[in-house]
């Protein structure tokens, strides 16, 4: 035991010794500092709730009931978590940590950061979800328009085939009419009549073409007759429509219009396709047979007529030049307009081809009467 009086004095000199407080400015600030760290705490607990409220909504589409009870005990803990620094605020007795104010900040704001890391993960996956159902739909979109296609392609040749098949019943009458119809020279007549109109409603969009690209009409017409004169210049139409004719009738004469064939035609064949062509619509002659001789007449014809400068100046290109020298037949508005021409020459052809003996046809020298060569021909 130590002696009482060294115990005595060790209490006076405790005693004596002197106090010194903690400064006010001091504990202020570790108060605003242990605050900052709360509410830090508190936006970090703001934005995982936020994230797993996110994960619960993305959790129901698609339903995953297996995700939808992760993120709801996800959002529960947040709940909790919130709840547990509000009472601690209350009751101003926060759970003690080992760290500072500043590195609980710190912590706290690389939480919050790794809380909206995750928010974003879950909208990316969200628009990645979004996307993939975008994808399959386009994908569904694209097979139904493609089997709109085939149906529609079937349809027009099922209603090709009807239409063509209801011609007989309908026009039974007109169908009679044409077979009963005798190869008289009034036929012929109106067939060169019915060509010289064709002649005329071509060159009328083929003009009108020109001009609209640019064309000089004047100069082309005299660089087609160099040596008319026109008494207005609206006859220079005439020197286009010349043009035509003379590259449209170019192996009139021959059987098979200077078309290589296998076997040419007699007059009474010559005249039955006359009948049966006559009513039908070129276009859909071309269509059954495209490399028939009717076919390949069109194709050589147009590559002629139309030339290729005149071509790449109406459309900016030769594509479709490409596709008729290729064995195709346009659908365009042009190259149909073509194929009416195409068809009453043809027509007048088979016609003049049908006759025993056959017909002639001539050109009469410039500033020559026609009316010789009439004579001459009898």
């Not at 979004?130 to 085939?150: C, G, K, M, S």
């Not at 479709?320 to 346009?330: A, D, L, M, T, W």
Request: hydrophobic share 35%.
């Amino acid at each position: 035991m130590l002696p009482t009086g060294t115990n005595e004095t060790q209490i006076r000199e405790s005693n004596n010794q002197k106090v010194h407080p903690q400064p006010v400015e001091e504990a202020m600030s570790q108060h605003q500092d242990n605050v900052e760290s709360l509410i830090a705490k508190i936006f970090t607990n703001i934005s995982s709730l936020k994230s797993a409220y996110i994960q619960l909504q993305s959790a129901h589409t698609p339903y995953d009931p297996d995700k939808i009870e992760a993120a709801d005990k996800c959002v529960i803990s947040e709940l909790k978590n919130l709840s547990e620094l509000k009472h601690a605020y209350r009751e101003k007795n926060p759970k003690p940590t080992s760290a500072s104010p500043q590195d609980s900040r710190l912590v706290a704001e690389i939480q919050e950061q790794q809380s909206l890391l995750k928010t974003y993960e879950v909208m990316v996956k969200k628009f990645q979800t979004q996307l993939q159902t975008r994808d399959t739909q386009i994908l569904q979109l694209q097979q139904q328009i493609q089997e709109a296609n085939q149906k529609r392609v079937k349809l027009e040749k099922k209603l090709k085939l009807r239409s063509l098949s209801a011609k007989e019943p309908e026009d039974l009458e007109e169908k009679n009419e044409f077979f009963s119809m005798e190869l008289t020279p009034d036929l012929f007549t109106t067939s060169v009549e019915a060509a010289y109109q064709s002649i005329h409603d071509f060159s009328k969009p083929l003009i009108n073409m020109m001009k609209a690209s640019g064309w000089d009409l004047d100069a082309a017409a005299n660089s087609i007759e160099p040596s008319v004169v026109y008494a207005k210049r609206a006859h220079k139409k005439y020197a286009f429509e010349s043009l035509i004719c003379q590259r449209m009738f170019s192996g009139f004469p021959d059987e098979g219009f200077s078309i290589k064939q296998d076997n040419l035609f007699v007059s009474k064949e010559g005249f039955h396709q006359y009948l049966a062509m006559k009513a039908m619509d070129p276009l859909d002659i071309l269509s059954q047979s495209p490399d028939s001789i009717f076919g390949k007449f069109c194709r050589s014809k147009y590559l002629v007529v139309v030339h290729p400068k005149m071509e790449a100046s109406f459309f900016g290109n030769l594509d479709q030049r490409h596709y008729v020298s290729g064995g195709g037949h346009p659908r365009t508005a042009f190259y149909q307009a073509f194929l009416k021409l195409a068809k009453s020459i043809w027509l007048l052809h088979r016609l003049a081809h049908s006759f025993d003996p056959r017909l002639r046809y001539f050109r009469s020298r410039r500033e020559m009467n026609s009316q010789r060569y009439i004579w001459k021909a009898w």
